[in-house]
Nanobody
Framework: QVQLQESGPGLVKPSQTLSLTCTVS??????????WSWLRQPPGKGLEWMGS???????DYSRSLKRRTSISRDTSKNQFTLQLSSVTPEDTGVYYC???????????RGQGTQVTVSS
């Protein structure tokens, strides 16, 4: 069974770039028909899909976050990464990586990692 594990700094200062890595085990990120996503959940709010990268390596982003988001992958390490630039306190929340059969769906997700944006 696939497992996903998020890692990265828990505290980021405003205006900086948030960088997170998802390490995947039990499955390859290049396997056809799977999409690897980043999600987040701000305090007191629902899950928000941020973007995904497909087995071919092509990224897709949420319209609201597109200008600040970049998703890439390292196939040699079976990892994919999220970069969110120009963060503000509104970007505080729990960030998850996930896998699904479609670019904006997910079946499995990691445990999540708390990110706080504060000076």
């Amino acid at each position: 069974q696939v497992q996903l594990q998020e890692s990265g700094p828990g505290l980021v200062k405003p205006s900086q770039t948030l960088s997170l890595t998802c390490t995947v085990s039990g499955g390859s990120i290049t396997t056809d028909y799977y999409y690897w996503s980043w999600l987040r959940q701000p305090p007191g709010k629902g899950l928000e899909w941020m973007g995904s990268i497909g087995s071919s390596g092509s990224p897709d982003y949420s319209r609201s976050l597109k200008r600040r988001t970049s998703i890439s992958r390292d196939t040699s390490k079976n990892q994919f990464t999220l970069q969110l630039s120009s963060v503000t306190p509104e970007d505080t929340g729990v960030y998850y990586c996930a896998r699904g059969r479609g670019p904006r769906t997910w079946t499995y997700r990691g445990q999540g990692t708390q990110v706080t944006v504060s000076s």
